[in-house]
């Protein structure tokens, strides 16, 4: 399934992406604060596509500008936020080169009116680590409201670092958008 935006198409990675993902992806300012390992290797990243980025709801951030060229990931999970099991998490990533144009904040609006208009969430959440200005920013345009934080660990390796984590309900988006 794609979804589209004004500026960009959302849709399922494709092993082909391959070469895109680790671009972008071994940059260790992308990965590293964001809690998951540089890509070390095209190899290495075609595997991540097919066993982690090929999940249901994750879909391939592409410009429209630039429609054979993967630049992100956005996509919807089921939290790990203590006491908000079942519910719907928004995670994401974009190359340096994207950063400061406002990408991922216009895909995260997507996959939100996705979740609530049409897997009927009643609220979502989002999460950084602890000095991920860049994710706190995003979560902050897209109006979501600071919950808790608890020590999550992180696929770097695997040591608890403090993660904030947001909601956003139905109620407030439909407010707001």
């Known amino acids: ?59 391939a951030v592409v410009l429209k500008e630039k429609p054979d060229e993967v630049v992100g990931s956005v996509g919807v999970f089921s939290t790990d936020a203590p006491g908000a099991a079942g519910e719907s998490e928004i995670g994401y990533w974009i190359g340096r080169p994207f950063w400061g144009r406002g990408l991922i904040p216009e895909a995260v609006r997507e996959l939100l009116r996705y979740c609530f208009e049409e897997k009927g969430a009643q609220r979502v959440w989002c999460a950084h680590y602890v000095g991920n200005e860049k994710s706190k920013r995003v979560i902050e345009k897209c109006g979501f409201s600071y919950e808790l934080t608890c020590e999550m660990p992180t696929l770097v390796d695997d040591a608890p670092r403090p993660t904030l984590f947001y909601t956003l309900t139905k109620e407030k988006w439909e407010e707001t958008r």
Do not use: Q
Request: aromatic share 10%.
């Open 1 to 59: 399934m794609m979804r589209e935006t004004t500026r960009l198409l959302l849709r399922p990675w494709h092993e082909s992406d391959a070469e895109d993902c680790y671009r972008y992806a071994s940059d260790p300012f992308v990965g590293s604060i964001a809690g998951w390992p540089v890509h070390t290797s095209v190899e290495n990243s075609r595997e991540i596509i097919k066993t982690v980025l090929s999940k249901p709801d994750t879909f």
